[in-house]
């Protein structure tokens, strides 16, 4: 039930100090134990351990006391916990904890640090007959007193490799998962430094925008933050020192603090009591610390997430000397941050914080643990609703607007439009100036001899950091990138084009894992899917193509996503005669033959576009469809298993879908799901309830007047921190978008003066009626006014 309230009387003067502030703290319940049957917790991590089961997050510790390794399942995905399943009591004192999928069998294994000197895995078992974990196994490992444990893809070849940390040696390694290899093993221990003193903590990151998994570690004892640039082979062409020196630096992790693209450091360095960051200019040079907060008294663990959601990582941090688990907000999104809002005071020895959204309500709460207990808060929020009560409509006259995409083409940190349109053929972009308003969209037209162009995308195709333009060409038979000098002058658009008979669309993804960008297109003339390699050089035509199926009848859309979850870029496509909807598995050796297919549904009547999202909040990306002859908009359940997909409809009736997308329009944590109907003339978006096992779904208009829109894309347009819906209308010949006005209440006003109604027990009259509605839902804080 939503409560309002009527406030018969206002002031028509307010003081100005009194205006509603834009942000508030966020809401946290009380603190909750959840266990107290460990004795020195040094981790704890939220991660879906029993997928197939119920989809949320339990909880996994390492406890170095006791030396276990133990699992506690969220019962209900409400936050409620069931009792200590030890994994291991042969861990001597483990220290530290990291999950992935390390055999790839689609579930969650366990690595784990132990105080001997032992680097171990476990096999999750938890959806076979066993219902368990597996045994310890051990990793060949040469690092004495083993202190961390981290997993990445190191060695780019798909499976998840075991980095580690010994104190005793000072040596960080790095062991090769060769579990889907002959040897069915790890190999032994390859040394990536020993000159780095105590490396506590070792975390992964592309620090330089190579395309590989660089090392940042913690040296407790070398007072420092260092970096480990990664050839890409697992061997470290160099490192360096990041900043100055840290004192007894305890942990590190790694995030976009600043919103910029590339991922910056974050550290917790004990003997100055300081949680810090590491600007990164894209490159891997690093600025001199800037300080978060100088009161985390021996600052324990840090790291990164938006528990605000207002789109800008916030930082949370534990002090072991103090007790304390506090967060950090990030007011700008720049990394400025406000001052400490404690979460847990006084704890005994807090060193681990882990958000997670434990109760399955969209937002982050907060489950941390402490010498002899792990402890969670909830968070509290109003969820958010959307609405698009405005139409902003950008160019009225893009004759025949049939695609429509954004991207920030001029480097100002502001989201711009691209279109494509058919009579004659036009390839354009509108610059955005920051105020959103119609009056200040500037049109920059890049080709207006491209003929029936059907599809535009963007991409920094040669990789100088400059978002480059792709379009495909029916009239023309092509597919182009023009390439970006920065200029935003429309003769300076360099075009690169190759032939291709009936292009449909065209997109863009690294499809082979090399660090720049490939182009994808479909042409539904010559039932193709097809890539092509991007080698370096500018012209298109001399790139190789790749046809990854020549039998796809109608290809009408392709989208490239991860969705077997094995680290490669998979593809998943609609055929529009063929009445098919596929996926092909990318083996990661780019030979066409070793594309492997897998119908998805060959059942529907004119798929006309895909889109991939993580519907039920299990973790893997699933299959989203508008299917133009049903007037269909459906999704496919990826249960990881590649031959089975579960069909559900979210919409039966839903005239002519031309264009699907699915994106959280309303903030609440899940995804929704956009199209666009041809023949409905509309564009609507229906609400994912958030229900993991089957969610339910509540149908919204954006807009009821559209004449024939042919293309949907979703974007945070205005910079706050919503998702905004853009359109491109053939027959209204526009391009247009819908600004996302949702939020957690709403004020309806009523004017009152003219009944002059007196206000009992007071000398004033009513003079304006207000309407107050919670917009969120059922069980989130009151709204108060």
């Known amino acids: 039930m939503k409560p309002k309230r009527l ?78 399943q030890v994994i291991s009591a042969s861990a001597d004192q483990p220290r530290s904890l990291d999950a992935g999928d390390i055999d790839g069998d689609g579930d969650q294994d366990l690595a784990s640090a132990s105080g001997d000197g032992q680097i171990a895995w476990y096999e999750n078992r938890l959806n076979e007959p066993s219902n368990d974990f597996g045994p310890l196994q051990k990793i060949p490992s040469d690092p004495k007193e083993a202190f961390c444990v981290h997993l990445a893809d190191f060695d780019k070849d798909g499976d998840l490799d075991v980095l580690s940390g010994g104190t005793e040696m000072d040596i960080v390694a790095w062991h090769e998962n060769r579990l889907n290899e002959m040897t069915n093993d790890f190999a032994p221990s390859q040394t990536l430094t020993d000159e780095l003193p105590r490396p506590v903590s070792v975390v992964t990151g592309d620090m330089d925008g190579n395309g590989t998994l660089d090392v940042i570690v913690a040296s407790e004892g070398g007072d420092r933050v260092a970096w480990l640039s990664n ?21 590190v992790s790694v995030a976009d603090v600043d919103g910029d693209g590339d991922l910056d450091v974050l550290a917790a360095v004990a003997g100055d009591d300081a949680v810090v960051w590491y600007e990164n200019d894209g490159s891997g040079d690093f600025s001199d610390a800037q300080e978060i907060t100088d009161q985390a008294n021996g600052a324990s663990h840090v790291t990164a997430a938006d528990l605000d959601r207002d789109g800008d990582l916030d930082v949370f941090a534990t002090s072991e000397n103090d007790g304390k688990v506090a967060w950090f907000e990030n007011t700008d999104s720049a990394g400025t941050f406000g001052p400490e809002k404690t979460i847990r005071p006084g704890a005994i020895g807090t060193r681990s914080v882990t958000p997670a959204d434990i109760d399955n309500d969209g937002d982050l709460d907060v489950v941390f643990a402490s010498s002899a207990s792990i402890e969670r808060v909830f968070n509290e929020t109003i969820h958010r609703s959307a609405s698009f009560p405005i139409r902003h409509t950008v160019d009225p006259d893009f004759d025949g607007a049939r695609s429509v995409y954004a991207a920030d083409m001029d480097s100002d940190g502001d989201v711009d439009l691209l279109g494509a349109a058919t009579n004659p053929g036009s390839i354009a972009w509108w610059e955005n100036d920051g105020t959103t308003q119609v009056a200040n969209w500037t049109e920059h037209v890049v080709d207006d001899d491209y003929m029936t162009a059907v599809s535009v995308h963007a991409a920094d195709i040669n990789c100088d950091g400059k978002m480059d333009i792709l379009g495909a060409s029916r009239g023309d038979s092509k597919v182009t990138w023009w390439e970006n000098d920065g200029t935003n002058n429309a003769s300076n658009w360099t075009e690169h084009s190759t032939t291709l008979v009936f292009p449909k669309s065209v997109s863009a993804a690294d499809m082979d894992s090399d660090g720049d960008i490939d182009i994808l297109a479909t ?236 206000v009992a027990g007071t000398s004033g009259v009513a003079v304006l009626g207000v309407t107050a509605t919670h917009r969120g839902r059922v069980g989130d804080s009151p709204a108060e006014l």
């Open 7 to 84: 406030l018969p009387l206002l002031f028509l003067i307010l003081p100005s100090t009194n205006s509603m502030s834009v942000a508030r703290e966020v809401p946290f319940g009380g603190i909750n134990e959840i266990a107290t049957d460990v004795l020195g917790v040094g981790a704890v991590l939220a991660v879906d351990l029993d997928r197939d089961i119920d989809g949320d997050p339990d909880l996994v510790t390492a406890s170095e006391d006791d030396d276990k390794i133990a699992w506690y399942r969220n019962l209900a995905g409400n936050g409620s916990f069931g009792s200590q």
């Open 231 to 251: 050839k890409g082979d697992g061997t470290i062409a160099g490192g360096k020192t990041i900043g100055g020196p840290a004192s007894d630096v305890k942990s």
């Open 523 to 758: 042409s539904d003339d010559n039932n193709q899917v097809l890539w092509f390699e991007n080698d370096g050089a500018d012209n298109l035509s001399n790139w190789t193509k790749h046809t990854v199926d020549s039998m796809f009848m109608g290809a009408s859309s392709v989208y490239a996503a991860d969705i077997d979850g094995d680290g490669k870029t998979d593809l998943i496509g609609s055929a529009f005669d063929g009445d098919l909807i596929a996926m092909w598995r990318n083996d990661g050796t780019n030979n066409v033959g070793n594309w492997t297919e897998h119908t998805i549904d060959a059942s529907v009547d004119g798929p006309s576009s895909v889109h991939a999202a993580d519907v039920d909040g299990d973790s893997d990306l699933d299959v989203i469809a508008s299917i133009n002859r049903d007037s269909d908009v459906v999704w496919w359940e990826n249960t990881r298993n590649l031959s089975n997909w579960p069909k559900h409809t979210v919409d039966d009736f839903f005239g002519g879908t031309t264009s699907v997308y699915g994106s959280d329009m309303d903030c609440d944590g899940d995804v929704d799901i956009v199209a666009a109907g041809g023949i409905e003339d509309a564009i609507h978006w229906w609400e994912n309830d958030g229900n993991l096992i089957s969610p339910t779904w509540t149908e919204h208009a954006v807009e009821d007047s559209i004449d024939n829109p042919r293309s949907i894309h979703v974007s945070d347009m205005d910079g706050d921190g919503d998702m905004d819906v853009l359109g491109a209308a053939s027959a209204d010949d526009d391009i247009t978008w819908w600004e996302n006005r949702g939020g957690q209440f709403a004020l309806m006003t009523e004017d009152l003066v003219s009944f002059a109604t007196a």
